[in-house]
């Protein structure tokens, strides 16, 4: 009787082992093959080669082991495609979502620069006419001052304050929106241009830096404008899909602030 439970003892020790072997091993396999950079594999007893501009990153200390394929980065975009025979992009990963890290949202060993385009798995630059066109109806709205259709084009707030700043805005709790009519807000935009286009970042949005030319208002509703020449601003629109559309999840100043609506001082 006593041996028969040494016996089954034994077997649950090396049931136990077995099940956090094979644990342990999935775990490192998915750690080591499947980065969120990419899922292209190279390397291998076979040794598979990674595409024009990648590099093959494996375990050293594992022979013939399995890798991915990381970006080359280059300086300019001509030396990209020259070198990898590909349509190439800008990376910028400006933008660093509230409570994120930059490791965590743009990668650890990420570089600002141009790398290549590959089988259109960068979503920015794969879908970057459909982005470019919700920023340019964004600042055709604007230059309208047009503050119902342009709030429409917003992803729902997430938080008590953008939900503050989105009511005040619109102007819920007055006569008509604040918005192009009180404060940083009180300006008319005579035109715009697109600097750098659809850099992305792991987190799935998409940032497009634009240069707008303001003119602002003295005093709020009903006052002329200033006779000053307008003075070009520097703003960050963020593009995040919802429900499958591209929405514009934050407009931000190029003073860091990262408040949903920081492009018109809240």
């Given at each position: 009787?006593?041996?028969?439970k040494g016996?089954?003892?034994?077997?649950?020790?090396?049931?136990?082992?077995?099940?956090?072997?094979?644990?342990?091993?999935?775990?490192?396999?998915?750690?080591?093959?499947?980065?969120?950079?990419?899922k292209?594999?190279?390397?291998?007893?076979?040794?598979?080669?990674?595409?024009?501009?990648?590099?093959?990153?494996?375990?050293?200390?594992?022979?013939?082991?399995?890798?991915?394929?990381?970006?080359?980065?280059f300086?300019?975009?001509?030396?990209?495609?020259?070198?990898?025979?590909?349509?190439?992009?800008?990376q910028?990963?400006?933008?660093?979502?509230?409570?994120?890290?930059?490791?965590?949202?743009?990668g650890?060993?990420?570089?600002?620069?141009?790398?290549?385009?590959?089988?259109?798995?960068?979503?920015?630059?794969?879908?970057?006419?459909?982005?470019?066109?919700?920023?340019?109806?964004?600042?055709?709205?604007?230059?309208?001052?047009?503050?119902?259709?342009?709030?429409?084009?917003?992803?729902?707030?997430?938080?008590?304050?953008?939900?503050?700043?989105?009511?005040?805005?619109?102007?819920?709790?007055?006569?008509?929106?604040?918005?192009?009519?009180?404060?940083?807000?009180?300006?008319?935009?005579?035109?715009?241009?697109?600097?750098?286009?659809?850099?992305?970042?792991?987190?799935?949005?998409?940032?497009?830096?634009?240069?707008?030319q303001?003119?602002?208002?003295?005093?709020?509703?009903?006052?002329?404008?200033?006779?000053?020449?307008?003075?070009?601003?520097?703003?960050?629109?963020?593009?995040?899909?919802?429900?499958?559309?591209?929405?514009?999840?934050?407009?931000?100043?190029?003073?860091?602030?990262?408040?949903?609506f920081?492009?018109?001082?809240y």
């Amino acid at each position: 009787m006593k041996n028969n439970k040494g016996f089954a003892n034994i077997a649950v020790v090396i049931l136990v082992v077995v099940i956090a072997a094979g644990l342990g091993y999935f775990a490192f396999k998915n750690k080591t093959q499947n980065p969120p950079e990419s899922k292209i594999e190279c390397g291998g007893i076979s040794g598979i080669a990674c595409p024009a501009g990648y590099t093959c990153i494996t375990n050293p200390k594992i022979a013939d082991s399995i890798g991915y394929c990381k970006k080359e980065v280059f300086k300019t975009q001509g030396d990209c495609e020259t070198k990898t025979g590909k349509p190439c992009h800008n990376q910028a990963c400006d933008y660093v979502p509230p409570g994120k890290t930059f490791e965590e949202v743009c990668g650890k060993d990420f570089k600002k620069g141009w790398v290549p385009i590959l089988n259109a798995t960068d979503i920015c630059a794969k879908e970057k006419e459909n982005i470019v066109n919700v920023v340019k109806t964004f600042e055709d709205l604007q230059t309208k001052r047009d503050s119902l259709g342009i709030l429409k084009l917003f992803t729902q707030p997430r938080n008590p304050g953008d939900s503050v700043s989105y009511e005040s805005l619109l102007g819920s709790d007055a006569a008509g929106p604040r918005l192009y009519n009180t404060g940083l807000t009180n300006f008319m935009q005579s035109s715009y241009k697109i600097l750098e286009q659809s850099s992305g970042n792991e987190s799935g949005s998409c940032a497009v830096k634009v240069e707008e030319q303001r003119s602002y208002q003295a005093h709020g509703i009903g006052s002329e404008l200033s006779p000053s020449p307008s003075i070009p601003y520097i703003a960050y629109i963020v593009l995040a899909k919802e429900n499958n559309e591209w929405k514009i999840d934050s407009y931000l100043s190029d003073d860091g602030n990262t408040h949903k609506f920081s492009g018109w001082g809240y």
